[in-house]
């Protein structure tokens, strides 16, 4: 309802985390009819801007006064492990049409993230505000043109922390396109880290570069993981977050497509071997080494 925010589904969503003393990054995407920038009439299927910049940012400030620091949220459930959320993506995959049917547009997602990330730092000035993740598909711009465009458009200053899904066919292949997003950002002068927030492989479904069987996923995972670890110095890698915990039922666009079968477990519940590969990395990034503590990831599956 246009005017009103309701938070109903969200405060359980952050009851159930601060229970499990989980990490939140939320990811401000979608918008309502309302609000839209959709047409009246032959809509493209997927997720549209908004029309109006101001109507998200007054979302994004009403979210951070509720669970960020001091927020709202955290006043009225005093018995809750207290967990206020400092980091916000804004948007996902904005250069592929789904996420941005009017057509991908570096330089208007770079509206988009400037006066969103404006609008949280004001209400939190210690927040971290991360970019989209930016892919590299073949169905829309690369990630090479979409973040030089964002650059060239003014968004440097304006983000914390460069989202990328380093999506591709194995292990090798995401870690060069971490490499490449840091060497265009060091190119204009960005030291900002990068953050994976999605990456992963899928276990079954229909054919396609993200798609292997069981053993192969389990062996891209920890592969890929041990690597980012090695070079998360070089490429100031802030995390990664493996996309997904479980296997759905259905996905966009589709539920014979790749990510409705990336998750580390079936959909009875079952682990796969996955889940196990995952494991095993971050056990052992909690074990001291030479007598010193370890640090323990910032991974989220």
Do not use: C
């Amino acid at each position: 309802l246009e005017g009103w925010w309701h938070f109903d589904e969200l405060d359980g969503f952050m009851i159930a985390a601060a229970r499990s003393h989980m990490e939140v990054l939320p990811t401000l995407i979608n918008t309502p009819a309302w609000a839209s920038s959709a047409p009246a009439r032959a809509a493209a299927r997927g997720y549209y801007p908004p029309a109006h910049l101001e109507d998200m940012r007054r979302y994004a400030r009403a979210l951070v006064a509720r669970y960020g620091p001091g927020g709202v949220f955290w006043g009225a459930h005093p018995e809750l492990d207290y967990q206020p959320i400092r980091a916000w993506q804004v948007w996902n995959e904005p250069n592929i049409p789904f996420f941005w049917p009017s057509g991908p547009d570096a330089g208007e997602y770079t509206k988009l993230l400037v006066a969103v990330g404006d609008a949280i730092h004001q209400v939190d000035p210690g927040s971290k505000v991360v970019s989209a993740g930016i892919t590299n598909s073949p169905l829309g711009l690369s990630l090479n043109q979409f973040l030089k465009g964002m650059y060239g458009a003014g968004a440097k200053g304006h983000f914390d922390m460069l989202g990328v899904h380093p999506y591709d066919v194995d292990a090798a292949a995401s870690l060069s396109r971490l490499a490449t997003a840091r060497s265009i950002m060091d190119s204009f002068g960005d030291a900002s880290p990068i953050w994976a927030t999605e990456f992963g492989w899928a276990s079954g479904g229909e054919p396609s570069p993200h798609t292997t069987d069981e053993s192969g996923q389990a062996a891209q995972l920890e592969s890929a993981l041990r690597q980012m670890v090695a070079l998360r110095q070089r490429l100031n890698l802030r995390g990664v977050i493996y996309y997904n915990w479980h296997d759905s039922v259905s996905s966009s666009p589709g539920r014979g497509t790749w990510p409705a079968h990336a998750g580390l477990l079936r959909l009875d519940g079952t682990r796969k071997p996955a889940y196990y590969a995952y494991r095993r990395v971050v056990l052992d990034l909690a074990q001291p080494a030479d007598g010193a503590a370890v640090a323990r990831p910032q991974q989220t599956a």
